[in-house]
């Protein structure tokens, strides 16, 4: 009877822990799930985090149009249109350019008082901290439309040169239109080169001037900026005279503005 009593005691005891033991081993495989469903959750956010951040794109509201390529923000910043250039409005030393006030009122009509969409280049700001980005109104891109509708030059800056061949295309059919500017402004209305009025030179001073072998007709350089930026000087421009061409660094002569435009180059700003 005794034996019976101990053996019963035991088989009780052991159904006990192998029970405990069973639950305890349950338990902890649930628990070591339970941090991996976190860990995954997390890895989820950060990465979306990322993704956000790599596409330089935000939205926000203009609250004042300050010329025809540069706006204030709501929050105070001040932004400058990447890859156009509009007549000068305000400067210290020029009286306003030609069709200045006309490209302020289109970048108003544009994006005065509207939401726009901001897309960055590889620079974040400029030399006097304005922010530099490509601005777009719903599908509009208020870069293109400025130059396309004449507003505006072309006028690309490296590293910033997503949209330049763009940009190009589309001054060249403005240009090929006579829209805005190209249309309305004296110094712009004839593609090809007038450097018998420009100032400073004397009849006969072109045909005298040693430009090299077979370029006694084709005067325009075009000249390739430190900085990369392809830019073209017609006689009379500020420094067409001390401006040389190194045709091994892929600077050339051009016979008309037509040919130096269509070959990617800009011309300079201090041409009359």
């Given at each position: ?49 990322a993704v956000l951040g790599e596409t330089k794109e ?131 209305t004839t593609p090809e080169v007038r450097f018998l ?76």
């Amino acid at each position: 009877m005794l034996k019976s009593k101990i053996f019963w005691a035991f088989s009780i005891v052991a159904i006990f822990l192998l029970g405990f033991g069973t639950s305890q081993l349950i338990n902890l495989f649930l628990s070591s799930k339970i941090p991996s469903q976190k860990s995954v959750e997390i890895t989820k956010e950060a990465t979306s985090t990322a993704v956000l951040g790599e596409t330089k794109e935000e939205r926000v509201l203009v609250s004042r149009v300050i010329d025809g390529d540069t706006v204030e923000l709501e929050d105070g910043r001040k932004l400058r249109y990447i890859g156009i250039d509009t007549p000068e409005l305000v400067h210290p030393d020029k009286a306003t350019e030609c069709f200045a006030k006309e490209a302020m009122e289109e970048n108003k009509r544009l994006v005065d008082g509207k939401t726009v969409r901001l897309e960055s280049d590889v620079s974040e700001t400029d030399r006097y901290g304005r922010l530099l980005r490509y601005v777009s109104v719903e599908n509009t891109m208020v870069n293109d439309t400025l130059v396309r509708q004449g507003f505006a030059h072309a006028s690309t800056y490296p590293p910033d040169v997503k949209y330049s061949q763009q940009f190009l295309e589309a001054e060249k059919e403005a240009r090929e239109n006579s829209r805005g500017l190209w249309g309305g402004c004296p110094s712009n209305t004839t593609p090809e080169v007038r450097f018998l009025q420009a100032p400073g030179l004397q009849p006969g001073a072109l045909e005298e001037r040693d430009f090299g072998a077979g370029q006694s007709s084709c005067v325009i350089k075009g000249n390739i900026s430190s900085s990369g930026e392809k830019i073209y000087h017609v006689p009379g421009c500020g420094s067409y005279e001390k401006t040389s061409i190194d045709e091994s660094k892929g600077e050339q002569w051009f016979c008309t503005e037509d040919d130096a435009f269509t070959a990617g180059w800009r011309k300079a700003k201090n041409c009359p």
